[in-house]
């Protein structure tokens, strides 16, 4: 299985170039983000002449995710158990939910598709409710995993978070006034680590950013952030042969400001493969 996540920053300025990319790289699986659409809106068509089943979360022009795959799609979730709303000025468990994640069961891999609060700013109650959504998503991880240990499952999107300072490229981008580098949002990520899932990428491609802002000519100064992500369980990161960061997509007509992570699977030989790379340590 090849399994790619990519914020698109609209599916519908960009659904020319998805689904040419996943065609070109022979992606069976592809998790997006901030399609901003909502579910009627999505263009389907093309995923689907091209061979792709697809199911998409989204509620208005904002957020919004998606996955798209070449094998059947079965066990849907909208959303994860204890997952918080958020509106401005509505504060409380009832807060409405936001389109940010979607799982599915494929080809006996659990994917999920994310897209983690912005936060915005150290100051606004955004910040809080992402911390807030983290916390959940660390606690939903660690029940599943309890219960099932033995369970592929991948946590793919876009974190928001920078984890380490050679992930923070961005001279705007700076540790106390600003969110994505802040103490909490690390410790949130790394407690997602903790909960029994690890980065696959970074062993196999240990430096390199995955999204650069469109102002101040970012892109080609090399001034992005590493924030987009896949997270895998053991049984998960057994299965990983290969990995990489399509950097290349940043380029060209309509991109969006983020790139393609891709890992490549055997699902099939991961128990019994001693040349497997060493995800866990």
């Not at 170039?17 to 022979?26: L, Y």
């Not at 939910?97 to 799982?103: F, K, N, S, T, W």
């Not at 494929?106 to 955004?126: E, F, M, Q, T």
């Amino acid at each position: 299985m090849r399994l790619a996540t990519w914020n698109v920053n609209s599916i519908r300025a960009r659904v020319t170039r998805t689904v040419e990319f996943a065609v070109r790289e022979h992606i069976d699986v592809l998790a997006m983000q901030e399609i901003k659409c909502k579910n009627e809106q999505f263009p389907y068509a093309p995923f689907e002449d091209a061979g792709y089943h697809v199911v998409a979360h989204g509620l208005n022009q904002w957020n919004g995710v998606a996955i798209a795959s070449r094998e059947p799609i079965t066990d849907v979730e909208i959303g994860f158990p204890g997952m918080p709303g958020f509106a401005k000025g509505h504060e409380g468990p009832d807060a409405p939910q936001e389109a940010r994640a979607i799982g599915a069961t494929i080809g006996g891999v659990k994917v999920w598709s994310l897209y983690v609060p912005n936060g915005r700013a150290l100051d606004d109650p955004h910040y809080v409710y992402k911390l807030d959504w983290l916390s959940a998503l660390q606690e939903y991880t660690a029940s599943t995993l309890a219960q099932t240990p033995d369970l592929a499952l991948a946590l793919t999107g876009d974190f928001n978070i920078a984890p380490t300072d050679a992930d923070n490229g961005a001279p705007g981008v700076v540790v106390g006034k600003t969110t994505h580098v802040s103490p909490p949002e690390r410790a949130a990520f790394a407690a997602l680590e903790s909960a029994g899932l690890t980065d696959v990428v970074r062993p196999l491609v240990p430096t390199g950013f995955t999204y650069w802002d469109y102002k101040q000519l970012a892109f080609p100064r090399n001034e992005g952030l590493r924030i987009d992500f896949i997270l895998g369980s053991h049984a998960f990161a057994d299965a990983v042969r290969g990995a990489e960061i399509h950097r290349n997509e940043r380029k060209g007509e309509v991109p969006s400001d983020h790139v393609p992570v891709v890992v490549d699977l055997d699902l099939t030989s991961a128990e019994d493969d001693d040349d497997r790379p060493m995800i866990f340590g």
